[in-house]
């Protein structure tokens, strides 16, 4: 199978972007555009589609394995891993470009440091020994596969770096602390949620069914909602 990938680049330090296309050849029906990458990254000499020579496409993996969220990309307009996203899926040609909520660093690279400062910010952490509530595992072990990997954000209609809604990668690991939260912190923490997330969420669930991790942002957002805001016990 033949598929023709057309990336949305720039170089490093400079603002101009432009396309780059290339051709790949494949016979795995699992091959991913992360493979795709890999393997067009090895050729000596790099080639573009028009036999041009090319420097290698800059993009971000660790695990190959949906596991770290570094590759998280717009595949055909839609925020996804690279490393999860079939060829086979798109036929003949496929669009990559780096996620647009971020600053791109350079052609599928983007800076997703907003999502840690938000983080920081909220001080997502708490000052003592955390005693989970065990009617709430199942919440906590959903809230704990987050990758951070900014694709919830990429679609949010109320989400942009730098404003006080954190949007739902911050909501995610809040959940956690909301769940194993003592009395004693409990005021800091529901303020929190209510301050960066809850106040700023348009419930439009655009966030609902696109996490790579196959998180239920929405079962989760109801249980933090509850307990939080409503202070309802759940
Ligand atoms: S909730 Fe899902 S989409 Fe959002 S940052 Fe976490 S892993 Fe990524
Ligand atoms: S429900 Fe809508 S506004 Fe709230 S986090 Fe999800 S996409 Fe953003
Ligand atoms: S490389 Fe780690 S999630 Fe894709």
Not at 23 to 41: P, Q, R
Not at 153 to 168: A, T
Not at 202 to 227: F, R
Request: aromatic fraction near 8%.
């Amino acid at each position: 199978m033949k598929i023709r990938l057309d990336i949305l680049g720039k170089k490093y330090n400079e603002d101009k972007q432009y396309i780059r296309s290339f051709e790949y050849e494949y016979s795995d029906a699992g091959a991913t555009v992360a493979a795709a990458l890999c393997d067009i990254n090895k050729r000596e000499p790099l080639l573009d589609i028009n036999k041009e020579p090319s420097e290698p496409i800059r993009w971000e993996c660790s695990c190959l394995q949906k596991k770290c969220g570094a590759c998280a990309m717009l595949i055909n307009g839609r925020p996804r891993l690279a490393c999860d996203a079939k060829l086979s899926e798109y036929g003949e040609a496929v669009s990559l470009a780096p996620l647009k909520k971020f600053p791109q660093v350079a052609d599928l690279i983007v800076d997703r440091q907003p999502i840690f400062d938000n983080l920081r910010q909220i001080e997502l952490w708490l000052g003592e020994k955390a005693q989970p509530d065990e009617k709430r595992t199942q919440l906590i072990h959903e809230a704990s596969r987050c990758l951070q990997c900014g694709c919830c954000l990429e679609v949010c209609p109320n989400f942009y770096p730098g404003g006080d809604f954190k949007g739902m990668a911050a909501a995610v690991p809040l959940s956690r602390l909301i769940s194993a939260v003592s009395d004693t912190e409990k005021k800091r923490i529901f303020a929190e949620y209510e301050k960066y997330f809850y106040a700023g969420c348009g419930k439009s669930l655009s966030c609902k069914d696109i996490c790579p991790a196959g998180i239920d942002t929405e079962y989760l957002m109801v249980n933090s909602n509850a307990a939080a805001v409503w202070k309802r016990k759940r």
